[in-house]
């Protein structure tokens, strides 16, 4: 994500991080030189001249600006839900961190402490979830909240983020059963349980289901024609400018089907995608105050106006 003020006057133009440009800079750059070229030639391909005028280029660039509009608006929907759900995550594992700790009676001496050990694998649990949607192969954060039994036990799972959240139904379970957490209570708890495994499919959902492959590849089929014949309609209306012209249509349709592109997919590690990342650090600090850790891990920072 990327974490910035917006910027004005000329510095607007000269901004990089975060923009769309370093993955349409080739086609756009071509397509300018396209447009140069048509321009010196009058529009005069291998000696036959390609006559067109605005007025397809009108009709068709609408329909495809509702269409890119439209897909955009899909893809950003993707992008919300997602945050949203995170946001669900924050809150259940602060909920289920405060009904563990207050409505869990303490362990008899000598008895293990299962609430703080179901505190921790409420983090390991928002780790291993992100781990799972990025495909990463970085689990340092998930075996820093479990022992080494326990995590010899998950690391093996097709779905780690469903076995920690099955062992912590079975240490709630194990509660209600020593009498430390009357029937009332332990519901109210595994409803906290019950909604951080929803949020979870529902991630895994986005996660899975792309928009369709067909209507993506046709928005991008039309863009670039749109562009690449753009030249040829404006050459004898407006001469010398046409490739000033064509820079910023392209631009514009290039930049809002690569902007679908990136955030139609919202849990990757693109500028522009979810700080998984730093909302799993903000999990694993508030769980570790409420435990009543003292030597904290520091809240991630943006590098570079990006934070992952």
């Not at 955030?263 to 909302?279: M, R, V």
């Amino acid at each position: 994500m990327i974490l910035r003020d917006r910027p004005s006057g000329l510095r607007l133009f000269l901004v990089l991080r975060g923009s769309v440009m370093a993955r349409i800079r080739n086609v756009l750059l071509f397509n300018v030189a396209l447009a140069t070229a048509v321009t010196f030639t009058h529009g005069v391909l291998f000696q036959f001249k390609v006559t067109l005028t605005t007025i397809p280029f009108t009709l068709i660039g609408l329909a495809l600006a509702i269409f890119l509009g439209f897909r955009n608006t899909a893809a950003y929907d993707r992008y919300w839900e997602a945050r949203k759900l995170w946001g669900e995550l924050v809150l259940r594992s602060r909920n289920l961190a405060r009904q563990c700790l207050h409505l869990i009676e303490a362990p008899a001496p000598g008895q293990p402490d299962l609430r703080e050990r179901m505190v921790r694998r409420s983090v390991a649990f928002c780790h291993a979830l992100r781990v799972q949607l990025r495909g990463s192969a970085d689990t340092r954060a998930i075996e820093a909240m479990l022992s080494p039994q326990e995590w010899q036990q998950v690391a093996g799972s097709g779905n780690r983020p469903q076995a920690l959240m099955l062992r912590m139904g079975a240490d709630l379970a194990a509660c209600h059963r020593l009498g430390q957490i009357d029937s009332p209570l332990a519901a109210q708890i595994d409803d906290t349980l019950s909604a951080m495994t929803s949020a979870a499919a529902s991630c895994e959902r986005i996660a899975g289901t792309p928009l369709p492959f067909s209507y993506t590849l046709l928005l991008h089929r039309t863009a670039y024609l749109y562009c690449f014949l753009l030249p040829f309609g404006l050459v004898d209306t407006i001469g010398v400018m046409t490739p000033v012209v064509v820079g910023i249509v392209a631009y514009t349709f290039f930049g809002l089907d690569a902007l679908g592109d990136e955030i139609e997919e919202p849990f990757g590690t693109e500028p522009n995608d979810l700080p998984l990342d730093a909302i799993c650090r903000g999990i694993e600090i508030a769980q570790l105050e409420a435990l009543g850790v003292t030597e904290l891990p520091p809240p991630l920072e943006p590098v570079d106006y990006c934070l992952l």
